[in-house]
């Protein structure tokens, strides 16, 4: 098992920045990939970023490449999401996942989630 738990969300302007954390405990995270979801109101949960467990590649949604950075920490059992330049359409809630397969794009592959933080972005 592997637990989840997500922190950093909150309210920001437009154009702010936010970080969020995913803290891991359980077996062992490093050996998973890590992927940050989002779900807006009425909307379905959709793929933000993604890293895997071995050389750390990083996978992004269009919509946030160039704005979002995901990153780890194996030895803190942490992974997190830099997130710049937030739009308004940024606001959901955000769930990080871990996953012991290969596939990162998909929330069915993901075996673990976390609970979910809110992050909204006032216009």
């Known amino acids: 098992q592997v637990r989840l738990v997500e922190s950093g969300g909150g309210l920001v302007q437009t154009g702010g920045s936010l970080t969020l954390s995913c803290a891991a405990s359980?077996?062992?995270?490093?050996?998973?990939?890590m992927g940050w979801f989002r779900q807006a109101p009425e909307k379905e949960r959709d793929f933000v970023a993604a890293?895997?467990?071995?050389?750390?590649?990083?996978y992004y949604a269009d919509s946030v490449k160039g704005r979002f950075t995901i990153s780890r920490d194996n030895a803190k059992n942490t992974g997190y999401l830099q997130m710049n330049s937030l739009k308004p359409e940024d606001t959901a809630v955000y769930y990080c996942?871990?996953?012991?397969?290969?596939?990162?794009?998909?929330?069915?592959?993901?075996?673990?989630w976390g609970q979910g933080t809110q992050v909204t972005v006032s216009s």
């Open positions: 359980g077996r062992a995270f490093s050996t998973y990939a």
């Open positions: 890293i895997t467990w071995g050389f750390g590649n990083t």
């Open positions: 996942a871990a996953n012991s397969g290969t596939g990162v794009y998909t929330s069915s592959l993901y075996n673990y």
